[in-house]
C-alpha cells in the first residue's frame, strides 16, 4: 500500500481548512450532512440501548455486543447525552473475533453514493476513553470509528488505544492489525477523531486526523463509490496480567458523516 505524507488538492485543503471545517459542522464550504447526532433527547433516551434508535441498526450478532452500548448522560463533549460502553458489559466472543476477546460493533448505515462534484466524505466523532490504569503495552482496549464501502472494506478506522496513543489502520486491515499511524492522547479527555476519504480518483483516499492535526494519508484503496456505513467500535483482548476491560470505558459523542467539494 503506498503511504503519502500530502496529496494536492485534498491535502492542501484539509491541512490548512480541517479545523474550520469543524468548528462550523452546519454551515459553509459547501458541506451537506449525511448523518449527524449528539444523541440527546427526545430522539436518545438516557439508559436506554443505542441500537435501534434513529436508524443504528439492530441486526448485529450476540457476539458483536449489542447491548452494550447505551446513551448515559453522566458523561458529554457538549449537549445533555453521549455513548457509553462500559468494557465490563463486552461479553467474550468465543473466538469469533479472534484475536480479540471481546468486540463492540455499532453500525450507522447510510448506503450514500458519492458524487463527483462532492467526493470528499468525512467521519467524525469526539472519543473519550475513560479509566483510571496506567497505560498499556499492547492495544489491550481501544475505541474506534469507521467507515465501510459497499463491497465490503474497511476504508478507515481511528481511535484511542489503552496504550496511550490514537491508532489509525490502513485500508481494511485485518483485526489486529498494526496501526498504520499513531499519536500521544491523554486518558479521560475527548479527542476528535476524523477520516477524510476522498473519492476523486479512480481509488480512494483515506486521510486521519486527531485534535484537527493531520496524522497520515493513505491511497489506492477502495474502487467502490458508495459508502455503506459509519461505525464505532470497541476492542478488548483477553484480560490478562492484571489488565481487564472492566476497567475501561468508551465513550462517544457528536458522530457526523458529511461530504464536501475539494476546492470550496
Not at 452546519?26 to 444523541?39: C, E, M, R, V, W
Not at 458523561?75 to 457509553?84: A, P, Y
Not at 486521519?208 to 459508502?227: K, M, R
Request: proline content about 6%; cysteine-free; glycine content about 10%.
Amino acid at each position: 500500500m503506498n503511504v503519502r505524507n500530502s496529496r494536492s488538492s485534498l491535502g492542501m485543503f484539509f491541512a490548512g481548512a480541517m479545523a474550520l471545517l469543524l468548528a462550523l459542522p452546519d454551515a459553509g464550504l459547501g458541506q451537506s450532512k449525511i448523518y449527524s447526532t449528539g444523541f440527546e433527547p427526545p430522539t436518545f433516551l438516557a439508559g436506554t440501548p443505542l441500537l435501534g434508535t434513529d436508524g443504528w441498526n439492530p441486526f448485529i450478532p450476540p457476539f458483536l455486543n449489542p447491548d452494550a452500548a447505551v446513551i448515559a448522560d453522566a458523561v458529554k463533549k457538549s449537549g445533555k447525552q453521549s455513548v457509553e460502553v462500559w468494557g465490563g458489559d463486552l461479553v467474550g466472543s468465543e473466538g469469533f473475533t479472534a484475536p480479540y476477546d471481546a468486540v463492540g460493533s455499532y453500525r450507522r448505515p447510510v448506503n450514500y453514493t458519492v458524487l463527483a462534484r462532492k467526493p470528499i466524505v468525512v467521519v467524525e466523532a469526539d472519543l473519550l476513553l475513560d479509566t483510571e490504569e496506567l497505560t498499556t503495552e499492547e492495544d489491550f482496549f481501544t475505541l474506534t470509528i469507521a467507515a465501510r464501502s459497499s463491497d465490503g472494506e474497511t476504508l478507515g478506522e481511528i481511535g484511542l488505544s489503552s496504550s496511550g496513543f490514537a491508532v489509525a489502520y490502513g485500508f481494511d486491515a485485518a483485526p489486529g492489525a498494526v496501526p498504520a499511524f499513531s499519536a500521544p492522547i491523554a486518558f479521560n479527555r475527548w479527542h476528535r477523531m476524523s477520516i477524510v476519504v476522498d473519492y476523486s480518483d479512480a481509488k480512494t483516499t483515506t486521510s486521519y486526523y486527531l485534535d484537527d492535526e493531520l496524522i497520515g494519508t493513505l491511497g489506492d484503496g477502495s474502487a467502490s463509490n458508495v459508502l455503506l456505513r459509519g461505525s464505532m467500535v470497541v476492542y478488548a483482548l483477553p484480560d490478562a496480567g492484571g489488565d481487564a476491560r472492566a476497567n475501561y470505558t468508551a465513550r462517544f459523542d457528536n458522530f457526523r458523516i458529511s461530504v464536501h467539494g475539494v476546492d470550496e
